[in-house]
C-alpha cells in the first residue's frame, strides 16, 4: 500500500512535472524564435546600414566629383576671362596701331598730292620753256642760218639769189626769209613777229607756212594775245592735221582758251588733242592741264 502510495504520489509528481515542462519548452521555444526573428532583424539592419554606407560613399564621390568639375569649370571660365581681357587689350593696342598707321598714310598721301602738284606745275613750266625753243631748221649748202633777208623783201640781186639762178631764186629768197624770221624768234627779237607774218603772206605753199604759223602763235601767246593766237594754232590744226607742230598748236590752244576764261571750250580741245595724237608728248602734257583744271572745278 505504502509503495503503492509512492508510486502514485511519483506517478502524480510525475505528471505534475509533466504539465510544468510543457509551458516552460514552449516558452523557450518562442524565445528562440524571437531571438531568431532578432537576429534576423539586426542582419537586415546592418545590410542596411552596409547599402546606406554604400549609397552615401558613392554620393560623397559624386559630390566630389561634381566639386572637381565645377572647379575646372570655373578655372576654364577664368582662364576664357583672361583670355578675353588680354583679347581686348590687344584689339585696342591693334586699334591704335592702325590708327597711327592710316594717319602716318594719310600724311604721306598728302605729301605725295603735294609734291605731285608741285611736279605738275614745274612741268607745266618745262612745257612752256619747250614751246618757246623750237629747234632751228638747217640750211642747205650755200645758205648761212644768220642771214639778214627781210621777210617780203624779194631782192633777187642778193649774191646767192644770182648764184642760184633766175629759176632757183625764189626758193633761196623764202628760204632766206624763214632763216632769217626763224632766227629772231630763238633770240626773242620783237621784229620776229612781223617778219614770221610776213613770210606766211608772201609765201604761203612754202613746205615751212605750218612751223611759222604755230611760232607766230607762240609769240601771240607769250604776248598775252590769245585771241590771235586762237587764230593762228586753229590754222595750224585744221589746215595742217598731219604737221609735227599739230599736236603742240592743240595743246596751246587748249591753254590759251582757259586763260580767256573758256573753260569748258579748252577741255574739249585737250580732250580732243589726247583722242587725235595718242602717245604724242603734247598728249602728255594735255593729260597735266586736264586734271589741273578739272581739280580747279
Known sequence: MRKRCIAAVLLAGLAVLGVAARPA????????QL???????????????????????????LVTENTDTVNKLSSQLGAIQNALNGAQVIAAQRQSDFSKQFQALSD??????????KMDATLQQVHQMQQTIPAPSMAPAGFGSGSEATPGSGNTDSPAAMAGGGANAAAPTALQAYQGALSDFQNNKRAALGELAGFIRQYPNDPQIPD??????????????????????????????????????????????????????????????????????????????????????
Open 212 to 297: 611759222a604759223m604755230y611760232y607766230l602763235g607762240t609769240m601771240f601767246m607769250q604776248r598775252q594775245q590769245y585771241s590771235e593766237a586762237v587764230d593762228r594754232f586753229s590754222q595750224v590744226i585744221e589746215q595742217y592735221p598731219d604737221n609735227s607742230k599739230a599736236p603742240l598748236a592743240e595743246l596751246n590752244k587748249g591753254i590759251c582758251l582757259a586763260k580767256q576764261g573758256e573753260r569748258t571750250a579748252a577741255i574739249s580741245e585737250l580732250r580732243a588733242l589726247t583722242k587725235n595724237y595718242p602717245g604724242t608728248e603734247a598728249a602728255r602734257q594735255a593729260d597735266i592741264e586736264l586734271r589741273s583744271m578739272l581739280r580747279g572745278r
Open 25 to 32: 519548452a514552449a516558452e523557450d521555444k518562442g524565445i528562440i
Open 35 to 61: 531571438q531568431q526573428t532578432v537576429s534576423l532583424l539586426l542582419n537586415q539592419i546592418a545590410d542596411l546600414q552596409k547599402s546606406f554606407n554604400t549609397q552615401i560613399g558613392m554620393m560623397q564621390g
Open 108 to 117: 604721306t598721301l598728302a605729301a605725295l598730292q603735294a609734291h605731285l602738284q
